[in-house]
C-alpha cells in the first residue's frame, strides 16, 4: 500500500520559514517523479515545485521561485519543501504527489498524500 505523508505544517508569520516534509512508502520512491501542490480555500489545487528522480531537474511555479526550494533523499524516501519569506498568499494545505512524468499538471500524478495546512499570518 502506497503511503505519502506530509508533516512540518503549521502557523508563521510573514516573512519567516517552514520546511514541509514527505515521507513514502509502499512503492519504489527513486523511480518517482516527485511533486508539491497547495490548494487554498475555495481555488483549485495548484502546482508549487516538482524534482526528478534523481533531484537533478528542479521546476517551479512562478509565484514561489527564489522562495522556496524541493529537495529529496532517495536513501531516505523523503521529499522537502523548504518554504522561505512566507506570505500571506502561501496560506493553504500543502499536498505531495509521485508520477511517472515530469509534469506541472495535478492529473499526471499517480499517488498523493493527505496534505499539511500552511498558515501565514500577516
Known amino acids: 500500500q502506497v503511503q505519502l505523508v506530509e508533516s512540518g505544517g503549521g502557523l508563521a508569520q510573514a516573512g519567516g520559514s517552514l520546511r514541509l516534509s514527505c515521507a513514502a512508502s509502499?512503492?519504489?520512491?527513486?523511480?518517482?517523479?516527485m511533486g508539491w501542490f497547495r490548494q487554498a480555500p475555495g481555488k483549485e489545487r495548484e502546482f508549487v515545485a516538482r524534482i526528478s528522480r534523481s533531484g537533478l531537474s528542479l521546476f517551479y511555479a512562478d509565484s514561489v521561485k527564489g522562495r522556496f526550494t524541493i529537495s529529496r533523499d532517495n536513501a531516505k524516501n523523503t521529499v522537502w519543501l523548504q518554504m522561505n519569506s512566507l506570505k500571506p498568499e502561501d496560506t493553504a494545505v500543502y499536498y505531495c504527489a509521485a508520477g511517472d512524468f515530469l509534469a506541472t499538471q495535478r492529473l499526471q500524478y499517480v499517488y498523493w498524500g493527505q496534505g499539511t495546512q500552511v498558515t501565514v499570518s500577516s
Open positions: 509502499g512503492l519504489t520512491f527513486s523511480m518517482y517523479e
